[in-house]
């Protein structure tokens, strides 16, 4: 298990217009050859975005973009005609497939924080797709076939505990809360790597919601 601290992130956006980055992988000018991808994983950001702030159409392709919404109301639109307006407990996916392009926005009056995944896919090229799930529940992971890969939100309560999936590659990102992942203590914005996880369970200090990526090996 190899635990990356919060504040170990590369730190991104443009304060200025509103917006500021934390990322887990190397990333546009943070370039680091040793932390590319975990797994199928090549981004793990979290994004915040100040009332009337946003990132302008930008374009995708070969990606399986999946965001989570930790607070405040995020609006989406792309190329493929899709607009919606994604809030927390909700899973948004964009399906880059050969090319895409797309608008992310805080045209709330609140602030906005979001997680956003990438995935690699097992297969490039493809038509774009997209989709959004409201209101996931803890019981019913969210599968991304196209990348090999499955995500588990678990939210817990204090002295909750939760097993980790048995999987060749594990990606656990902390949302909220404090988390004891084997002897790791985890705190917001850290995440641990997994590899060939078996028997690994999560305990909760405090009230807790976590991102887990259970992954295939062919996604390697």
Not at 13 to 28: K, M, R, T, V
Not at 41 to 60: K, Y
Not at 74 to 98: K, N, Y
């Amino acid at each position: 298990m190899d635990v990356r601290r919060a504040d170990e992130r590369y730190s991104g956006g443009d304060p200025e217009a509103g917006i500021s980055s934390l990322h887990a992988f190397s990333f546009g000018p943070h370039y680091d050859p040793d932390n590319l991808r975990f797994g199928a994983v090549i981004a793990c950001n979290e994004e915040r975005l100040a009332p009337g702030a946003g990132f302008d159409e930008h374009p995708h392709s070969h990606t399986e973009i999946v965001t989570w919404v930790v607070e405040g109301e995020l609006t989406h639109r792309d190329s493929g005609g899709h607009e919606s307006v994604i809030r927390p407990g909700d899973v948004q996916r964009l399906s880059a497939g050969g090319g895409v392009r797309h608008v992310e926005r805080n045209d709330g009056t609140e602030p906005l924080t979001f997680v956003q995944m990438w995935l690699a896919p097992l297969e490039p090229g493809g038509d774009p797709a997209y989709e959004i799930v409201h209101g996931i529940a803890d019981s019913t992971p969210y599968a991304v076939p196209e990348a090999g890969a499955m995500l588990h939100v678990r939210r817990l309560m204090a002295g909750e505990r939760t097993a980790v999936p048995d999987a060749a590659f594990v990606y656990v990102h902390v949302v909220r809360g404090e988390v004891l992942l084997e002897d790791e203590e985890l705190v917001p914005g850290d995440a641990a790597r997994i590899t060939d996880a078996k028997d690994v369970e999560a305990v909760a200090g405090s009230p807790a919601e976590l991102l887990v990526w259970e992954m295939a090996a062919i996604s390697s």
